[in-house]
């Protein structure tokens, strides 16, 4: 017998385990080819042709192969299988394979082990391969697959034992060193397992497998560029490889290819599995499953993935999940009808919410709700998918908001189970599902109140879920074409009260998708929390220029409302929210318009008259607020969230000086509302306003403590301590709810601040060393030494600062350069203090050093610029402020002129300007600075007087005794000198 290659073993044991069974054909005929006289490769040939469901071929090759020796008790096993059209090999030893089993020779034994391998047997292969681990001849080649039979009949992190099989082969296997690389990738030790694959290409560089594997290994490291390059380098060697095709066009999907790229790439890719793989039904499965769920259904994929999906379910036409997913692709394409007949000849769960879906497609929603609640009676486990149809059909149902987040809490819950442990990888992307979430997400942020009543109940558990699973698809996916995921994670961030963080990512999308709506419409709704009127009314103008459509939608119009009242503009305001009511309950419901309507949950419907009822009352046309009430309680009577309506009742009252009736409409909300702590702290506001009851205003927050003992409740009752000056009761909360959330940093800096209000000075100093200690964050530390300056301990503070500035020594990110910033600022603050000038002047340039590296990073990462700026200029003008007192007025006059081109309007550094041109002499420019200051603000007194000042004292006395007749016109009685 000829002496076999291991070269060409190791490849279809390869291609097998990849189950490319076309390619593991190739591979055989290559050995055939070789070794014409070895019935091995035409006995593994055979094994392929059984993969292709080719029995018929297969048979006539074994029979012809039956009589050697070495390959008689294999043939034996497969002709059984395949003449009794078995679909297990549980009794393979019987009649002649039992026969041949009882005369095989070591070599039969060790090539129906391998057999049993390449049919993915690995339980039944290590019977066989046992027996010959310690024959001289064939150890080696046992030992490696020993090791992969371990491997792949045991999950998890692989025993010691797997590693010496591998290690007791020489490096002449690529199955050895791969076995070696995938023993390091089951720890999740991915850097080593990438040491023994580079190991693989040195050795083996004409292998295409090898690149193919360091391609998967660099994408579980998350790096996709040299993913790319493992790719291109497989593709090279064999122009037709499918993987590391699949590998590219999952790029172009994740990261932002265009789309007449991605529409080439997957065309090339199916036209590549027709040639190269055409009966893998399992290959055409997966491929239209993942490129799917990443196209974000764009028509160009989906055509090319229902090509796929057909031909899986032409070879595999009683496959339920196969053809389940034939079904969905129907759907994509917009065919609920064709979808939906699949799925009623097809049984498994997803074709069982498959057709629930098609008959929400085609408007049936009873019907699909019947179907949900017969899925629920049967007790079958719900998918993340059935979960979130749940909450949509509630949504549409009106159900209250609670019932509609609680579906879709459980929903990201089972989905981030999913992906809980599978690094990046084609399982990953396929169960990573970014259409599901963006759903998932969309709903949330309809039915999530403008303030998440805490992070223990439903809404802000799941809101936290979900920033979870939308930044890992940000994170993995941040070109995705079905939605935008900064957008999406700015909004829950938002949400959640993360402003800055928001910010950032909404500068970063509208960057890139300059003429996307969405995202300026999210950034409005950030400036107007932000009290950013003129920002918030851009963003919506930029929004409408792009997409006219915007006009209509529910959310910039109630943004547009909202400007509308804080700019004073309460007629228009209550014009814009009348036309909304037109959007969110349409005349002719066209099913568009339904569909709008669906999408506008009764919450937010119900806040629309809210606010269109407190407009009336604010323009004192209470016969208008009235009948908006009425036409409210008609609309929302029988409804979940029909609470809600008695804010608007309650404000009703107040304007018309009803105090009591307006306490007892808000005290009729139950502690078994969502908006019960709403009430509670809009009762308190009145007892404290109205009544001025200080003790009924505290009463309301204890009883929020009282219904619910939580972090966010104690912070809301300490807050009130504070706003009534009592804040030692106010620490005590405080202190309360910090040992029910320990990590919270912003309670400990309230606590701190608190003891501060109290004159508990060495107390607080005490309290925050402690809680630096326990790690608490820098901002703590900070606190500790502004604290530290305060009381004048001007030295320990000196040595504080220093020490953090030292900790924090070589770390370049931009929320730490901050920080260094502020830090430096304030050491200079104490080198003053300390009457150490020459310290203080050149600590603070280096403030001004660090603040520069800070913008420029702004800049770069695209971050919020405002806060950064407005540093920048504080840090200018208190070097100018240096400068003077050393009389160096030309630095003093560059540092202001500096600050200058951070906020141009800034008319406190104008007239510091104006103030060191007439110190220089130069009274021409100070009297242009000061005219500067008054076209910017006529009655600024200083700048007047300043002026009138120089007109004096350079003659011209009738200009002088113009401007100040102006002064004492403007302010009559007021002395100036």
């Not at 290409?201 to 360091?214: D, N, S």
């Not at 793989?277 to 290959?283: D, G, I, M, R, V």
């Not at 009425?630 to 809600?644: G, L, M, Q, V």
């Not at 309007?905 to 002499?921: K, M, N, V």
Request: net charge negative.
């Amino acid at each position: 017998m000829a002496d076999r290659s291991a070269y060409i073993e190791d490849s279809l044991i390869y291609y097998s385990r990849a189950r490319m069974y076309r390619t593991m054909q190739i591979a055989a005929v290559e050995g055939i080819k070789r070794y014409p006289e070895d019935p091995v490769y035409k006995l593994y040939y055979c094994v392929s042709l059984i993969y292709e469901d080719r029995n018929g071929e297969a048979e006539e090759g074994l029979n012809e192969i039956e009589d050697f020796p070495d390959v008689s008790l294999a043939c034996s096993i497969l002709l059984g299988h395949i003449q009794q059209h078995q679909e297990s090999f549980d009794n393979i030893l019987r009649g002649k394979a039992k026969e041949h089993l009882e005369v095989a020779g070591e070599m039969a034994m060790y090539v129906t082990g391998v057999v049993f391998v390449l049919l993915n047997k690995p339980e039944k292969a290590k019977q066989f391969i046992k027996r010959v681990l310690k024959v001289p001849s064939l150890s080696k080649k046992a030992a490696v697959l020993m090791g992969w039979i371990d491997l792949l009949t045991h999950d998890g992190s692989p025993s010691k034992d797997v590693w010496k099989y591998f290690e007791s082969s020489d490096n002449s296997s690529p199955e050895a060193v791969f076995g070696r690389s995938k023993y390091y990738e089951r720890q999740e030790n991915y850097t080593k397992a990438l040491e023994y694959l580079n190991q693989a290409i040195v050795l083996f560089p004409k292998y295409p497998p090898a690149f193919v594997e360091k391609m998967k290994i660099h994408l579980a490291l998350e790096d996709w560029d040299q993913t790319l390059v493992a790719a291109q380098r497989a593709l090279l060697l064999d122009g037709n490889n499918i993987e590391a095709s699949r590998f590219k066009l999952m790029h172009l999907l994740t990261q932002g290819g265009k789309i007449d790229e991605i529409e080439e790439a997957v065309k090339t890719l199916y036209i590549t599995m027709m040639k190269c793989e055409p009966k893998n039904a399992e290959l055409f499965f997966e491929t239209a499953q993942l490129l799917s769920r990443l196209s974000g259904l764009q028509k160009q994929v989906i055509e090319a993935t229902f090509s796929m999906a057909k031909k899986a379910s032409e070879l595999k036409p009683n496959d339920p999940d196969i053809n389940a997913e034939y079904g969905y692709q129907y759907l994509y394409l917009g065919k609920a009808a064709k979808a939906l007949s699949i799925f009623k000849t097809h049984a498994c769960d997803r074709a069982v919410t498959g057709s629930i879906q098609c008959l929400i497609s085609q408007g049936e929603y009873t019907r699909a709700s019947e179907q949900i609640q017969v899925y629920e009676e049967c007790g079958t486990e719900f998918s993340p998918e059935t979960l979130y149809i749940s909450a949509f059909l509630a949504d549409y149902m009106t159900s209250s908001s609670e019932t509609v987040v609680n579906y879709l809490n459980n929903a990201v819950k089972l989905h981030l189970n999913s992906l809980k442990g599978i690094p990046w990888s084609v399982k990953f992307y396929i169960s990573l599902q970014p259409l599901l979430v963006r759903d998932i997400c969309r709903l949330l942020i309809l039915h999530v109140p403008s303030q998440v009543p805490n992070s223990k109940s439903v809404f802000g558990e799941c809101l936290k879920l979900c920033k979870t699973v939308v930044h890992t698809i940000h994170t993995s996916c941040p070109g995705f074409l079905g939605f935008s995921t900064a957008v999406m994670l700015a909004n829950l961030k938002m949400l959640e009260g993360d402003y800055s963080t928001a910010k950032s990512l909404l500068y970063q999308s509208v960057d890139k998708e300059d003429s996307n709506p969405e995202g300026r419409i999210v950034m409005a709704e950030l400036h107007l929390k932000e009290g950013n009127l003129y920002a918030a009314s851009h963003c919506l103008e930029v929004a409408l220029s792009f997409n006219f459509e915007v006009r209509e939608n529910f959310d910039y119009l109630m943004i547009k409302a909202e400007i509308q009242r804080q700019q004073g503009l309460l007629s228009d305001a209550a014009e814009t929210l009348n036309f909304t009511k037109t959007v969110a309950f349409p005349v002719n419901k066209k099913e568009d318009d339904l569909k709008n309507e669906k999408r506008i949950p009764l919450s937010k419907k119900i806040n629309l008259y809210v606010q269109l009822i407190k407009i009336y009352c604010d323009l004192n046309k209470q016969d208008a607020a009235n009948a908006a009430i009425h036409e409210a309680n008609t609309i929302f009577r029988d409804t979940p969230e029909f609470d809600r309506l008695r804010f608007a009742v309650a404000y009703f009252a107040l304007s018309r000086n009803d105090i009591n009736c307006a306490l007892k409409i808000l005290e009729e909300i139950k502690p078994d509302k969502s908006c019960y702590f709403e009430a509670l702290q809009q009762r308190a506001e009145i007892y404290l306003n109205q009544r001025k009851n200080r003790i009924k205003y505290i009463n309301c927050y204890k009883e929020a403590v009282k219904e619910k003992n939580t972090p966010e409740t104690l912070n809301l009752l300490g807050d009130a301590y504070m706003k009534i000056q009592e804040p030692e009761k106010a620490v005590e909360a405080y202190e309360q709810a910090l040992k029910q959330n320990p990590k919270d940093s912003d309670l400990a800096s309230k606590i701190g601040t608190a003891l501060v209000k109290t004159h508990n000075y060495e107390k607080a100093v005490t309290y925050y060393k402690a809680a630096i200690k326990s790690g608490g964050q820098e901002n703590l530390r900070f606190d500790l030494c502004s604290l530290l300056c305060v009381i004048k301990r001007y030295k320990e503070a000196e040595e504080l600062i220093n020490a953090a500035l030292e900790s924090g020594r070589g770390v370049d990110n931009l929320n730490w350069l901050a920080m260094e910033s502020k830090y430096l600022c304030l050491l200079s603050e104490v080198y003053s203090k300390m009457e150490m000038e020459d310290q203080a002047m050149s600590t603070l340039q280096k403030a001004w050093g660090v603040q520069t590296r800070v913008l420029r990073k702004v800049h770069m990462e695209q971050a919020d610029a405002d806060e950064h700026r407005k540093k920048a200029k504080e840090i200018c003008c208190q070097l100018a402020i240096h400068a003077s007192r050393k009389k160096d007025y030309g630095s003093a006059v560059q540092f202001y002129r500096e600050a200058l081109t951070f906020d141009e309007s800034d008319t406190e550094i104008l007239l510091a300007l104006a103030r060191l041109h007439i110190e220089s002499h130069d009274i021409d420019a100070a009297r242009q600075y000061c005219a500067t200051v008054l076209s910017k603000d006529s009655e600024n007194v200083p700048a007047a007087v300043m002026l009138a000042d120089m007109m004096f004292e350079a003659g011209d006395l009738q200009s002088a005794k113009f401007q100040f007749q102006k002064l004492l016109d403007i302010k009559p009685g007021k002395k100036f000198f």
